[in-house]
């Protein structure tokens, strides 16, 4: 392409980017009108996505956190495992004899013979001592 | 009441630092949105109506780019806002052209067409007459103008593509590459090329 016909297409060039520009300057009020609504509309959408954007903001740091509070009870169950058994054990002994009416029931009899169980007692330690002296 | 009240007042004020920071970075990207948008809207519109060549799609093709780089790359550095915003918009208009060909091509098939329901509304506002007077300078500019916008409609996408992002965005050519997506070389070829096709087309109207 020569030097003029390299000057034409710039000429061309200027003049229709002269034209679209004022085209653009001049564009109608209702246009105008309706691009700035459509704006508003997009915008609001940021909005309403803008909460959910900090929440996701937090999102790797609560996971980590979720992790750590994980590792932490999973620990914490093995180390204190043996205690948990045994407390619950003892509380299973307790509710065993909260439950046993047997020795309720025997007090609560009025006919006992309260003569009778003294004498099988005594009769008992002296048996014991017996064997323990001979 | 009041002890609840003054709960979420002490923990809003416990909190105030960073959340402040957060809303504050928020809502400056907000308005770094909003001036960029307001900044572009109108150049945006016209590459888009010259593309599509009709006014309610380009409105709906401007406002479908806005929505996705709000919601996509709001967070993205105000510096990249233009190439992204291009793009989604070139997409946007593809989409449409895409659309309405393949709406003709099955309207064509059908006994009733003839009948275009998007023309069938009356708008005032469009129909209404120029009140700003119209000297015959103005009305060969006008007529200029309209050959200009059917010519680049009649481009190849690319070429119509790198005309509209250089001559009425004003991008340079690093710039529009990026929106394009393509590298400098073929933004230049591409706008040589659709220079020359319009030059040869407006011949009759650029003397």
Redesign the interface.
């Known amino acids: 392409m020569n030097a003029d016909e390299q000057r034409?297409?710039e000429e061309?060039?200027r003049?229709?980017?002269a034209?679209?520009?004022?085209?653009?300057?001049n564009?109608?009020?209702?246009?105008?009108s309706?691009?700035?609504q459509?704006?508003h509309?997009?915008?609001d959408?940021?909005?309403v996505?803008?909460p959910l954007?900090?929440w996701r903001?937090w999102l790797p740091a609560g996971a980590v956190a979720g992790a750590v509070l994980a590792v932490l009870i999973v620990v914490g169950q093995q180390t204190s495992g043996p205690q948990l058994q045994a407390s619950t054990r003892g509380a299973g002994d307790d509710m065993e004899l909260l439950a046993d009416t047997d020795g309720l029931a025997l007090a609560q009899e009025s006919e006992l013979d309260y003569d009778f169980y003294e004498w099988a007692v005594s009769t008992a330690q002296q048996a014991d001592g017996g064997g323990v002296g001979s | 009441m009041n002890t609840f009240a003054k709960l979420l007042t002490e923990s809003a004020s416990f909190a105030s630092p960073e959340v402040t920071a957060?809303q504050d970075s928020?809502l400056q990207e907000?308005r770094q949105?909003?001036d960029f948008?307001?900044a572009t809207?109108?150049?945006a519109?016209?590459i888009a109506q010259i593309a599509l060549r009709h006014?309610q799609d380009a409105?709906d093709a401007?406002?479908d780019a806005?929505?996705r780089?709000?919601?996509r790359y709001?967070?993205r550095p105000a510096a990249e806002w233009p190439p992204l915003f291009y793009r989604i918009l070139e997409n946007a208009i593809r989409d449409m052209q895409r659309r309405r060909r393949t709406r003709s091509g099955v309207l064509a098939w059908l006994p009733w067409r003839g009948a275009d329901d998007e023309h069938d509304e009356f708008d005032p506002?469009?129909q209404a007459p120029d009140p700003a007077p119209t000297p015959a300078a103005q009305v060969q500019?006008a007529e200029?103008?309209q050959a200009?916008e059917r010519a680049v409609a009649a481009l190849p996408a690319r070429q119509r593509q790198a005309f509209?992002l250089?001559?009425?965005e004003?991008m340079d050519v690093a710039a529009t590459a990026q929106a394009m997506g393509c590298s400098e070389g073929s933004v230049k070829t591409h706008y040589?090329r659709a220079?020359?096709f319009?030059?040869g087309q407006?011949g009759e109207y650029?003397t």
Do not use: P
């Open positions: 034409r297409l061309f060039a003049h229709a980017r034209l679209l520009q004022d085209s653009v300057a564009l109608d009020g209702a246009t105008r309706r691009l700035t459509a704006r509309a997009a915008l959408q940021a909005r996505a803008a954007l900090q903001r | 957060l928020t907000s949105l909003a948008l307001a809207e109108r150049r519109f016209r006014d409105l401007v406002q806005m929505l780089l709000v919601r709001a967070r506002v469009a500019t200029t103008l200009l509209l250089r001559s009425i004003g040589f220079l020359q319009l030059r407006l650029w």
